[in-house]
């Protein structure tokens, strides 16, 4: 196996493989330390940061341009390399079931450029045991390697979370384990390198996996009784956010709150660890509850939408709403996953056109994956309603006498708001009818 000593020195290289979101936060930070080569297939994202661009603005222009990692489209630079950390996406496909393309095609890459004595180390989320049961084999099959004795592998699962400057790569405790103690060893040292919250050693990859799988489940779950609550308090005619005000006074309630479950994390992982269940014999009941919940919520929100039009006398079949914010999470440009398309096919189905804006998510990526071509807030007259789906910080300028000259009757408007961006009195006060989730 590749020796610490090696890596520190220069005389092998680590290989990021992946440059998104998990990737290159992670490729910026080893660089300060070890020579780095952050590998991704896409061209069109090489060059990207090779001109100091980042889109997903994970990372600034001034640490892209310091940084010595050298990024590179082609794969034959991975035979420089010691230690391949392979950080790609594992979404799921229509059925809900994990889909390892990604990974495997990521794992056949490697393999195919990796030297004797190599350490390939994953990132991803997968299910317990994956590593071992899918990865491994790929990998002696394309390399012609013996696993544990030409090369080991580790896992380390990723904790980034988009668009949080507090809760960072390095002060965020990572998880390791290898396959070997001398191969966690060496990636106990290699993180902790960057990692200032320090590493957390498991006995097992199969544990480690485990552990990653759960966080974003606990999380699913979480939100998905603050969801129950709130369809529970909607119709009981009172207000969730007050609600969970009043009862986050005792010490010991947990402070989460309703909202849409979209990304590639949350809204996925889930899955993986149920699809492990099942092959298993064992039908998880609350995992899947949890999941059915917060993928009904966008349906829930526009059925909202339409009952209190209705309510106000509009006619739905003519009505016009406007919908701000389109991406999974506020102030991340990423658009997979997000639940607000739920929300406008669900309103398509009544016959309302909706009006989405969204200031920082790509257009074209949008018309590509959903076929919705955004607005300008300039567009936003005549409106029946507004819905607050995604509350950046770019739409804090919003008042509400803007809102006002949106709608087509200032005297009878609605603003749903999803994750109260607005504060009940001040919308009362500007004689705006609020409706929040």
């Known amino acids: 196996m590749v020796s610490f000593e090696r890596?520190?020195?220069?005389?092998?290289s680590v290989a990021v493989v992946g440059l998104g979101y998990v990737g290159l936060p992670l490729a910026i930070s080893l660089a300060k330390h070890f020579s780095v080569i952050g590998y991704d297939q896409h061209t069109q994202r090489i060059e990207e940061l090779r001109r100091g661009n980042d889109h997903t603005g994970e990372v600034s222009l001034e640490a892209l341009s310091n940084s010595t990692a050298y990024f590179t489209a082609d794969p034959r630079l991975l035979e420089k390399a010691g230690v391949h950390i392979i950080a790609v996406p594992t979404?799921?496909?229509?059925?809900?079931?994990?889909?390892?393309?990604?990974?495997?095609?990521?794992?056949?890459?490697?393999?195919?450029?990796?030297?004797?004595?190599?350490?390939?180390?994953?990132e991803s989320t997968v299910w317990?045991?994956?590593?071992?049961?899918?990865?491994?084999?790929?990998?002696?099959?394309?390399?012609?390697?013996?696993?544990?004795?030409d090369f080991t592998v580790g896992y380390s699962p990723e904790r980034i979370n988009p668009g949080d400057k507090e809760h960072t790569l390095e002060n965020v405790v990572k998880i390791v384990a290898g396959s070997d103690n001398m191969t966690t060893a060496l990636l106990a040292g290699l993180y902790?390198?960057?990692?200032?919250?320090?590493?957390?050693?498991?006995?097992?990859?199969?544990?480690?996996?485990?552990?990653?799988?759960?966080?974003n489940t606990q999380r699913d779950l979480n939100i998905a009784l603050m969801n129950e609550l709130a369809i529970i308090f909607n119709s009981l005619g009172i207000d969730t956010g007050e609600v969970l005000?009043?009862?986050?006074?005792?010490?010991?309630?947990?402070?989460?709150?309703?909202?849409?479950?979209?990304?590639?994390?949350?809204?996925?992982?889930?899955?993986?660890?149920?699809?492990?269940?099942?092959?298993?014999?064992?039908?998880?009941q609350v995992?899947?509850?949890?999941?059915?919940?917060?993928?009904?919520?966008?349906?829930?929100?526009?059925?909202?939408?339409?009952?209190?039009l209705?309510?106000?006398?509009?006619?739905?079949?003519?009505?016009?709403?406007?919908?701000?914010?389109?991406?999974?999470?506020?102030?991340?440009?990423?658009?997979?996953?997000?639940?607000?398309?739920?929300?406008?096919?669900?309103?398509?189905?009544?016959?309302?056109?909706?009006?989405?804006?969204?200031?920082?998510?790509?257009?074209?990526?949008?018309?590509?994956?959903?076929?919705i071509s955004f607005s300008h807030l300039k567009d936003f007259q005549?409106?029946?309603?507004?819905?607050?789906?995604?509350?950046?910080?770019?739409?804090s300028f919003i008042q509400p006498k803007q809102l006002l000259k949106w709608f087509r009757d200032a005297g009878n408007t609605l603003v749903l708001d999803v994750k109260g961006f607005f504060e009940p009195a001040v919308m009362e006060a500007a004689g705006l009818e609020l409706w929040r989730m």
Not at 93 to 117: E, G, I, K, Y
Request: net charge negative.
């Open 382 to 395: 005549q409106l029946d309603a507004v819905i607050v789906a995604v509350p950046h910080k770019d739409y």
């Open 192 to 215: 902790g390198k960057i990692i200032t919250a320090g590493v957390h050693v498991t006995s097992s990859i199969m544990v480690a996996e485990a552990a990653k799988v759960i966080e």
């Open 245 to 284: 005000a009043a009862a986050g006074t005792k010490w010991n309630f947990l402070p989460f709150s309703p909202g849409l479950v979209g990304g590639h994390c949350i809204g996925v992982d889930p899955y993986y660890l149920t699809f492990k269940a099942e092959s298993l014999g064992y039908h998880p």
């Open 7 to 12: 890596i520190v020195s220069g005389d092998v």
């Open 310 to 371: 209705i309510r106000k006398g509009a006619c739905v079949r003519e009505a016009k709403v406007g919908i701000l914010g389109f991406t999974y999470k506020e102030n991340v440009p990423d658009i997979r996953n997000t639940r607000v398309i739920d929300i406008i096919n669900e309103l398509k189905e009544f016959g309302i056109e909706a009006l989405v804006h969204d200031p920082i998510a790509d257009n074209e990526q949008a018309i590509r994956e959903y076929e």
């Open 91 to 122: 979404p799921i496909d229509a059925h809900h079931t994990p889909d390892l393309v990604p990974l495997l095609m990521a794992t056949r890459t490697v393999a195919s450029f990796m030297q004797r004595d190599s350490v390939i180390v994953y």
């Open 287 to 308: 995992i899947l509850a949890g999941r059915r919940i917060n993928d009904s919520m966008g349906k829930f929100v526009a059925e909202a939408c339409v009952k209190e």
């Open 128 to 149: 317990p045991g994956a590593t071992e049961e899918k990865c491994v084999p790929v990998l002696e099959n394309v390399s012609g390697m013996r696993f544990g004795k």
